[in-house]
């Protein structure tokens, strides 16, 4: 069974710090997408990347980044230099093949101060 | 298009009483799921439905009914609500013919307190 572990619950850093959140993943299919959502303080869930399984390629968009490594069933994600509009709760999610719901890690609360 | 549209937006039930908890969508999304959101617990699927007539139960489905009788509409029954529902609950659409590799379209979320 598909299974995600966010192991940092909670996390607290200064502005223009850089952050990483970490995400592990289970799963025995060797076709999967992985997924992270932001979910803000006024609660919506904001999608922010989606990477399937043949494709290990580091994703930067802006100040965010994405490391995912097979090798270690990980799937990273880093802010650089954190802003105080970052604060919120991050998810990361994984789906197997076919029509297969998506499953979600517990989340990881940032919080950025300014 | 108005995306997924969740009513209501916040509700108080006593133990026992019974609600639905609407959820539409118009994007012609034949995949819907109702997932819950507690502290410290992430998001848990409830239910979901890969097609008109098609429910699946998912990681907490007791307490719970759900049918899918058109693409638009998936509603989540609470038969007899108990203080555990308590929770924040969130429906999403997946885009038809895209399989597991697509974004779930989230709705606004419903804030449940059961007393």
């Known amino acids: 069974a598909q299974k995600v572990t966010q192991a940092q619950t909670e996390i607290s850093v200064v502005e223009k710090e850089d952050v990483t959140l970490d995400c592990v993943y289970e799963?025995?299919?060797?076709?999967?997408?992985l997924f992270w959502y932001k979910q803000p303080p006024s609660g919506e869930l904001v999608f922010l990347i989606r990477?399937?399984?043949?494709?290990?390629q580091n994703e930067i968009s802006g100040r965010y980044s994405w490391n995912f490594q097979k090798s270690t069933s990980s799937f990273n994600f880093t802010i650089t230099a954190s802003q105080v509009v970052d604060s919120a709760v991050y998810f990361c999610?994984?789906?197997?093949?076919?029509?297969?719901?998506?499953?979600f890690g517990k989340g990881t609360r940032l919080s950025v101060i300014a | 298009n108005a995306g997924v549209t969740q009513t209501p937006k916040f509700q108080v039930l006593k133990t026992g009483q019974s609600m639905t908890l609407q959820c539409a969508q118009d994007?012609?999304?034949?995949?819907m799921s109702w997932y819950r959101q507690d502290p410290g617990m992430g998001l848990r699927l409830i239910h979901y439905?890969?097609?008109?007539?098609?429910?699946d139960q998912g990681e907490v489905p007791n307490g719970y009914n759900v049918s899918r009788s058109t693409t638009e509409d998936f509603p989540l029954r609470l038969l007899s609500a108990a203080p555990s529902q308590t929770s924040v609950y969130f429906c999403?659409?997946?885009?038809?013919?895209?399989?597991?590799?697509?974004?779930?379209?989230f709705g606004s979320g419903t804030q449940l307190s059961v007393l």
């Open positions: 999403a659409s997946r885009a038809p013919g895209s399989g597991y590799n697509e974004k779930l379209f």
């Open positions: 799963t025995r299919d060797t076709t999967y997408y």
């Open positions: 990477r399937n399984s043949f494709d290990e």
């Open positions: 999610a994984l789906s197997e093949g076919g029509n297969t719901p998506l499953v």
């Open positions: 994007m012609n999304h034949e995949y």
């Open positions: 439905s890969v097609g008109a007539g098609i429910t």
